[in-house]
Nanobody
Framework: VQLQASGGGLVQVGGSLRLSCAAS????????IGWFRQAPGKEHEFVAA????????NYAESVKDRFTTSGVNAKNMVYLQMNSLKPEDTAVYSC?????????????????WGQGTQVTVSS
């Protein structure tokens, strides 16, 4: 499974961005897509996850009510809509896929990782 995140950029505080994650190459092996972010000098941090069916989602407390993840199974695309952005949301955002079930926040349970996209929120 190959993954590619896109849609990052520079945005002001309070602004919005929509990230996309394109999946290809045997996506039937993946049941869950997760979003993670990494700020300079920090560990990967869980952001959100969604099952391909769309019935199960999970969000980090820090983004709940601001971020929404959704997917289009037929197009192998997953999106992360980010609203009310804050400076602390600045990071490289990546998508990952796992073969197992459950929209977990545990990064070690994800099997495939894609290149990230930079999100910068300026104050």
């Amino acid at each position: 499974v190959q993954l590619q995140a896109s849609g990052g950029g520079l945005v002001q505080v309070g602004g919005s961005l929509r990230l996309s994650c394109a999946a290809s190459g045997g996506t039937f092996n993946a049941n869950v897509i997760g979003w993670f972010r990494q700020a300079p000098g920090k560990e990967h941090e869980f952001v959100a996850a969604i099952s391909w069916s769309g019935r199960s989602t999970n969000y980090a407390e820090s983004v709940k009510d601001r971020f929404t993840t959704s997917g289009v199974n037929a197009k192998n695309m997953v999106y992360l809509q980010m609203n009310s952005l804050k400076p602390e949301d600045t990071a490289v955002y990546s998508c990952a896929a796992r073969r197992g079930l459950g929209a977990t926040e545990n990064k070690v349970l994800y099997d495939y990782w894609g290149q990230g996209t930079q999100v910068t929120v300026s104050s």
